[in-house]
């Protein structure tokens, strides 16, 4: 990485910041697509959303950049092309969804063929690099679990992102704590595209951020929520196997550990239950610490904490070899078990569940 370059990099992102928020400001001004409080909602108001289109703006408009303006290929153009493909098709049927308000079932599909489009551009995890084999692997060749693997990872990342998006700053906050942390690991080890992917997709969720958090005049919808999860995961994808220099696959897991676990935990509390999980809630453990009565600065502050001891923990982490990398997750898998045995708790207290 030519260190010369950081200052033009850094002017990009700063005029991708100021692009996001001049388009968020205009969504509010004048596009009345409005998010009406339910009996499941967080606020209190009528608030435009959509303002996930400026993130998804800014993002393609870097993308047309550095496909046309880059002197040589940081990834095979075949990568390139699927990994913006599939972005803008997920963002462009979320945004469909955001208007529409389409049926639970109609949103999974949809993020069912982005996936798959995906991976038919050759984006799969074809293999894990611990060292040494492992009983259903070969030579680290992952064969046609890697197809199990790299459909589940996306899905479950477009889906966690999607349910953790129901807090002023949740989504966006932890998405900029995220790309930094990316974008430093990706520079460290040279990684060309992801470090320009991470900061100039961190940029336009800024630029949206400043109208989100923390008084929540602009919500990102599900064009800005599942397009974020669908990126990162396919981002952590590319960077581990594709790109110029292979960035760990678990960076960005444990970047996320905490939406992953709040989205997981909350799947099989109400599974056991005997809940329709396909029914929508307000049980996550974000929603419940909300609902305890403490503010969203409050739970999207505490998140974002977490978040950021999560990065600290991945930069760590790539200096770790092989398998013993999993050992990093163990102290952040204690804490929130910890964390969610304290909040059902609490809730149960208040009768919130």
């Keep these: 990485m030519n260190y010369t370059n950081l200052s033009k990099h850094l002017l990009f992102a700063i005029f991708l910041f100021l692009v996001s928020a001049a388009i968020s400001w205009l969504l509010i001004k004048r596009v009345k697509v409005m998010d009406i409080p339910n009996g499941r909602s967080s606020h209190k108001t009528s608030t435009p959303t959509i303002g996930g289109v400026a993130i998804v703006f800014t993002f393609f408009f870097s993308m047309l950049l550095i496909y046309f303006v880059e002197d040589k290929p940081m990834i095979t153009e075949r990568y390139f092309l699927g990994f913006t493909f599939s972005s803008l098709l997920i963002a462009g049927m979320s945004l469909y969804d955001d208007l529409k308000q389409k049926a639970f079932y109609i949103r999974l599909l949809t993020h069912v063929v982005a996936v798959i489009i995906v991976m038919s551009f050759g984006i799969i995890i074809h293999e894990v690099n611990f060292g040494y084999n492992l009983l259903f692997v070969n030579n680290n060749s992952l064969g046609m679990i890697g197809y199990f693997i790299t459909f589940w990872w996306i899905m479950g990342m477009i889906n966690a992102y999607n349910f953790m998006d129901g807090l002023n700053g949740m989504a966006g906050g932890n998405a900029i704590i995220a790309t930094v942390f990316f974008c430093i690991i990706s520079f460290s080890q040279g990684s060309n595209f992801t470090y320009i992917v991470s900061y100039t997709l961190g940029a336009g969720v800024l630029g949206f951020l400043v109208f989100n958090f923390p008084k929540g005049k602009l919500f990102m919808g599900d064009v800005g929520s599942t397009f974020l999860g669908f990126t990162f995961a396919v981002l952590s994808i590319i960077a581990s196997l594709y790109d110029s220099a292979h960035t760990s696959l678990l960076v960005i897991p444990l970047l996320f550990f905490h939406f992953i676990y709040d989205t997981f935990f909350t799947f099989l509390r109400r599974l056991f239950k005997g809940e329709n999980v396909f029914q929508a809630h307000r049980t996550h453990l ?68």
């Design 286 to 353: 974000y929603q419940l610490f909300n609902r305890m009565g403490y503010k969203h600065v409050t739970v999207t502050g505490f998140y974002c904490a977490v978040a950021f001891i999560q990065g600290i923990g991945a930069i760590g982490m790539v200096t770790i070899p092989g398998l013993a990398r999993l050992l990093v997750f163990i102290p952040y898998l204690i804490f929130q078990i910890i964390y969610s045995i304290i909040v059902i708790l609490y809730a149960r207290k208040k009768g919130l569940l």
